[in-house]
């Protein structure tokens, strides 16, 4: 039995809604209309951590985990590398803008 056979085998022995299921994700894949899901992360106590520290680190490229500073340099790669060192997956990587920063406009 190959692997197709395989499979419908085992979707023909699944109730029926479940197999309506199988049906439509597989109908989604063929249209490439199936959503995926990407986990999220509530970032809260990062983005307070911010408010409360930014004049510190402006100009700044900083790395937040929870309430904690992990990195802090003029150089975005060596705080995402130092975050990865440190064992984070997904680094909360921020350039802090002065809070007093003017937007550049050109020519002015």
């Known amino acids: 039995m190959g692997l197709e056979e395989a499979i419908l085998d085992k979707v ?3 109730p029926l809604p479940e197999q309506e299921q199988v049906l439509r994700f597989a109908d989604g894949l063929q249209h490439g209309s199936v959503a995926r899901t990407v986990p999220s992360r509530d970032r809260r ?3 307070d951590w ?3 520290n930014r004049a510190q680190y402006a100009n700044q490229w ?4 929870g309430d904690r500073l992990i990195a ?3 150089d975005g790669h060596r705080s995402f590398a130092a975050a990865k060192a440190a064992g984070i997956d997904v680094p909360f990587l921020v350039h802090v803008l002065p809070e007093d920063a003017l937007p550049f406009v050109p020519g002015w």
């Open 50 to 52: 911010l408010r409360e």
């Open 72 to 74: 802090a340099d003029e």
């Open 45 to 47: 106590r990062e983005m």
């Open 62 to 65: 900083v790395v937040v985990d």
């Open 12 to 14: 023909r022995r699944l």
